[in-house]
């Protein structure tokens, strides 16, 4: 077997030999190993492989998206499915499946409120209905502008990304999203893939207050409205379980819930979970749901 490794934020380990041709990407931030499997089957040798690079890295979990013909294989290495992400693959869903090698490690205390999201989030829309939304600025940035905000930003505010990648040569698009004074901003982001349509959406700082609220929203349906554009069919975002205001952003702006990852994110010292939000913006065929 020989392993390729790049030392990147997220570092790419090419694992390959005569029957096995895996993408492991490092993320030393939340402790993270997520697999991109390039050939099917094998899986003895897949469990050798990854169990190893596991052991070396000190890793907390490793995850994979795939097909469902796939799923009963990688259960049979111990991953359990976690949740689903719908048109993945344009005209197939993915499949988060994963494992958690390090169960031990300390946990926060946070958990999923479906009930407190679900009323955050019609209170949110209708807030947003009532205000006939708010008027902001859209700008398109660079990751190093995108980057800089999040420096530059006061102590108090909760960011939520560094901007990693999530795969393997997505393209990148950052929007920054301010009210005309000025007095609120994000950035909201988005990783995607042309060949398969479907783009990982991210949420620099945690809303907060209503303002912060609603320069979110309106940031998020002004990208998801380019990513329509380009031809993407399915977005995803994940969210800290701790984080209500955010996960009702996501269900205020038509996103589903569709999975629950455990231990995904390392906050601190502690690991804690993330919800999986869905939203499909079109069909295969060309039809807009947006």
Same mark, same amino acid.
């Given at each position: +077997?020989?392993?390729?490794?790049?030392?990147?934020?997220?570092?790419? /380990? +090419? %694992?390959?030999?005569?029957?096995?041709? +895996?993408?492991?990407?490092?993320?030393?931030?939340? #402790?993270? !190993?997520?697999v991109i499997d390039f050939r099917t089957g094998n899986f003895p040798m897949k469990k050798t492989f990854v169990n190893g690079i596991v052991e070396r890295e000190g890793a907390h979990k490793v995850f994979t998206l !795939?097909?469902?013909?796939? %799923?009963?294989?990688?259960?049979? /290495?111990?991953?359990?499915?976690?949740g689903t992400i719908p048109g993945f693959y344009k005209r197939s869903d993915a499949y988060v499946m994963s494992k /958690?090698?390090?169960d031990g490690s300390p946990v926060s205390d946070g958990v999923y409120d479906d009930k407190g999201v679900i009323q955050t989030a019609k209170k949110l829309g209708k807030e947003l209905a009532e205000s006939n939304a708010l008027v902001c600025r859209m700008k398109v940035v660079e990751i190093e502008n995108a980057?800089? !905000?999040?420096?530059?930003?006061?102590k108090d505010r909760l960011r939520l990304t560094a901007f990693d990648p999530f795969g393997r040569h997505g393209d990148r698009l950052f929007l920054h999203a301010t009210t005309r004074k000025g007095g609120q901003e994000n950035v909201i982001s988005a990783e995607?893939?042309?060949? =398969?349509? #479907?783009?990982? %959406?991210?949420?620099? =700082?945690?809303?907060?207050?209503a303002g912060e609220l609603a320069v979110a929203h309106a940031g998020l349906e002004q990208l998801l409205a380019v990513l329509l554009d380009k031809g993407v069919v399915s977005t995803f975002a994940f969210?800290?379980?701790?984080?209500?205001?955010l996960n009702a952003l996501y269900s205020a702006t038509g996103f589903r819930r569709t999975g629950l990852l455990r231990h995904q994110a390392r906050n601190g010292t502690c690991y804690v979970d993330e919800v999986l939000w869905s939203r499909k913006l079109a069909n295969p065929g060309g039809t807009e749901e947006l």
């Open positions: +077997m020989a392993v390729e490794e790049k030392g990147e934020a997220v570092e790419e /380990l +090419m %694992v390959r030999s005569e029957h096995v041709f +895996m993408c492991l990407l490092r993320n030393r931030r939340h #402790n993270h !190993i997520r !795939i097909e469902r013909d796939e %799923v009963s294989g990688w259960q049979r /290495l111990g991953f359990v499915k976690e /958690l090698y390090d980057l800089e !905000i999040r420096r530059r930003a006061s995607y893939q042309d060949c =398969f349509g #479907n783009a990982h %959406v991210s949420v620099l =700082f945690a809303p907060q207050s969210a800290r379980v701790d984080q209500e205001n």
